[in-house]
């Protein structure tokens, strides 16, 4: 009988809710401890899921971290107590499963990445669309040279419902908490360098320019190898969770577009009606967090490469960068490390 990997969970907001849900179906995972603020909810998940799991608050998170039966944690706690949550696992020698961004900055995360190097352990920075069926094949077509080089990535990334404004002050500001996860997805197409960053914004919410945020963005890079990419991100859609990506290529273009709630075309003398996008992130992409957790336990494992490497996820923290510093200068500005 093959060994189930043990691991703990630091925060159970909805997200966190959600990788627990997929831990308790994975028959290769085990979840030993979660550790969040409110301790009713973990209780409650508990005895929901009839599980032999321990229920701690984050003052107490050392003893899930002394547990030898712990493997790895996965963090899905607010971005503010991820360096701390990842410093002290990977002290402790567990391998690291982290939500985006890992820190608020570039040294911190780099920093992070050391301490994993030095203590021999992965550091999984959770971008979850890289496992999404639909974008790994179009990215695995691309690498494969049938298409030809790229030339221009278009990605678009709208949110919905809108997220509550109490959330959004303590994000960290869209381009760290939502964009990064489109300027990861078309640099990974691309496949190249950056060379130049330009983004505009706009707070069509009043109370965002109360903190310095926008909730629409369109960002473009250049890359080394001449393509370009244009992201289209905002914190609201009309009609669902909007979620495309569109490569030109000198051979071929690849498209992905919306997962529809269900598969019903209507048709009739007025035109077709197709079905509106899925309503939140959780819903467009389970498989992706599904493939991600076994991903993750690949890599504990040794069975596997981690996928996100260091060197990327240090890049879209940068690049996220640069996008506040183009909208604060209104100019384009060069990639810098």
């Keep these: 009988m093959v060994s189930k990997v043990g691991l703990a969970v630091f925060g159970l907001g909805r997200m966190g809710l959600h990788h627990v849900k997929n831990i308790i179906m994975s028959p290769r995972a085990s979840l030993r401890w979660i550790v969040c603020e409110n301790i009713q909810d973990a209780n409650a998940v508990k005895e929901e899921y009839n599980l032999n799991t321990q229920c701690v608050t984050p003052d107490k998170v050392e003893q899930a971290l002394e547990d030898s039966s712990v493997d790895g944690v996965?963090?899905?706690s607010p971005t503010g107590t991820h360096e701390d949550l990842i410093q002290k696992s990977l002290d402790k020698a567990k391998s690291v499963f982290c939500e985006k961004p890992l820190t608020p900055?570039?040294?911190?995360?780099?920093?992070?990445?050391?301490?994993?190097?030095?203590k021999g352990k992965p550091l999984l920075c959770a971008f979850q669309r890289r496992f999404d069926p639909s974008f790994y094949s179009l990215y695995k077509q691309v690498r494969s040279g049938s298409t030809g080089p790229v030339r221009i990535v278009k990605a678009t990334s709208r949110d919905f419902p809108y997220p509550p404004v109490d959330y959004l002050r303590t994000s960290g500001g869209i381009f760290k908490d939502s964009t990064i996860h489109d300027l990861d997805m078309v640099s990974w197409i691309a496949g190249s360098k950056p060379v130049s960053v330009f983004a505009y914004g706009h707070a069509h919410n009043p109370e965002l320019r109360e903190f310095k945020d926008n909730d629409q963005v369109v960002v473009v890079i250049s890359y080394e190898n001449g393509?370009?990419?244009?992201?289209?991100?905002?914190?609201?859609?009309?009609?669902?969770?909007?979620?495309?990506?569109?490569?030109?290529?000198?051979?071929?273009?690849?498209?992905?577009?919306?997962?529809?709630?269900?598969?019903?075309?209507?048709?009739?003398?007025q035109g077709t009606l197709l079905p509106r996008p899925e309503d939140n992130f959780m819903n467009r992409y389970p498989d992706a967090y599904r493939?991600?957790?076994?991903?993750?336990?690949?890599?504990?494992?040794?069975?596997?490469?981690?996928?996100?490497?260091?060197?990327?996820?240090?890049?879209?923290?940068?690049?996220?960068?640069?996008?506040?510093?183009?909208?604060?200068?209104?100019?384009?500005?060069?990639?810098?490390?």
């Design 291 to 337: 493939n991600e957790l076994e991903h993750f336990l690949n890599v504990v494992q040794g069975k596997e490469e981690i996928r996100v490497s260091k060197e990327e996820t240090i890049q879209a923290m940068r690049l996220a960068e640069l996008c506040f510093e183009s909208i604060e200068k209104q100019k384009t500005v060069p990639y810098t490390e």
């Design 105 to 118: 900055s570039v040294p911190s995360t780099r920093a992070c990445y050391d301490l994993a190097e030095s």
């Design 74 to 76: 996965m963090i899905v």
């Design 227 to 269: 393509s370009v990419a244009v992201v289209d991100n905002g914190r609201w859609c009309p009609y669902g969770y909007d979620q495309r990506l569109e490569v030109l290529c000198d051979k071929m273009q690849l498209s992905i577009d919306n997962k529809g709630v269900n598969h019903l075309i209507t048709s009739g003398d």
